[in-house]
């Protein structure tokens, strides 16, 4: 018998063995992702209203992943899910709801290491504030949507899509809360809005810039992780079924106060002020919001403007009129923290005011309040 051979043969058995092993290895550790439908764009289809027309949320989240060029390769396990197939103005509490449940219970029973969610782009980013509040976890939890349909010539979903899996799979995206993956962009949730209605690249954020990117291999930050804070008020669900009414006044040059008189009659039971400039409005306004404070029913003053924040007793002393300033949360988000704040029974101002300042990662710090 030849020594020599047979030493060969044992080294290429072993060569295999350890190849076979490690193959094993990576199937086993592949990043478990949950992948959750809620409609939109991404998964839209041309119809017969026009040349360009289509109507979102058409096509199911399967039938999206199954189009995705060389998904095999993304080295993911991936399980998807259809929560709700609409377009995003029609997004609502039960949706929010039937997510915030699905990710707790994929979360505690452990069954995913990480949450994608695809979503229209007109409220996603109300979708992904709503969560960023809900939710008490580290796992990354990346919402995306896209600005064409499935059918068009150069559909962005499926890259989009695929940035999105690359952010949940990355590690460094554990304890950054709820973020936003957009055309190679990474946004928080507290800050990422649609910004165009018709640019790919349609997200931007409201402070600041973006936290990271992604390129072709993976997702990068442009600064380390800190930790999302816990929820000191976090709900229960599972009894709440709806959201207290918040209604937005907006205000604009001509303004009276009726608008604002009328939601209370309407029963709101907060409101949110979409102010000019620092969050201001007219007189007369003002003179509503006094009677809102008279019914105990809280007005929040965040501004029209697409970029900055709302300073608190700026041009008046808030106090004197019964409102609290949204610092850097635009209406659409203040509105839903507003309303998850009465839901747990908040109503006292200075509470409100503490809670709109934040404790998300990235969320501003005000001197005044610290
Ligand atoms: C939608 O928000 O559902 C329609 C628009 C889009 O997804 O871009």
Redesign the pocket.
Known sequence: MNFKIWKWRLFVLLLCLSFCCSALWAEENKPRILLLGT????VGVANQNSPTGYT??QLTVEELVRSLPGFERLGVDLKAEQVANI???DMDYPVWKALVERIERAAAQDEADAFVITH????LEETAFFLELALDIDNPVVLV???RPTTSLSADGPQNLWEAIQVASSVDSFGRGVLVSFAGEIFPARYATKASTLQTGAFAPTFGGAIGFTDAHRAHYYVASAKKQRRPWSLDWSKLESLPKVEIIPVYAGAGGEALLQALERGAQGIVIAGVGDGNMPASMLQACKRAQERGVPVVRATRVFQGYVHKDHEFKDSDYGTVAAYDLSPQKARILLQLLLARGVRDLERIQAALVGDQPGALRFAEEE
């Not at 409609?39 to 991404?42: E, P, S, V």
């Not at 229209?120 to 409220?123: P, R, V």
Request: proline content about 0%.
């Open positions: 409609g939109g764009t991404i979102a949320g377009a995003s103005q229209g782009t007109d409220t949507g896209a600005m």
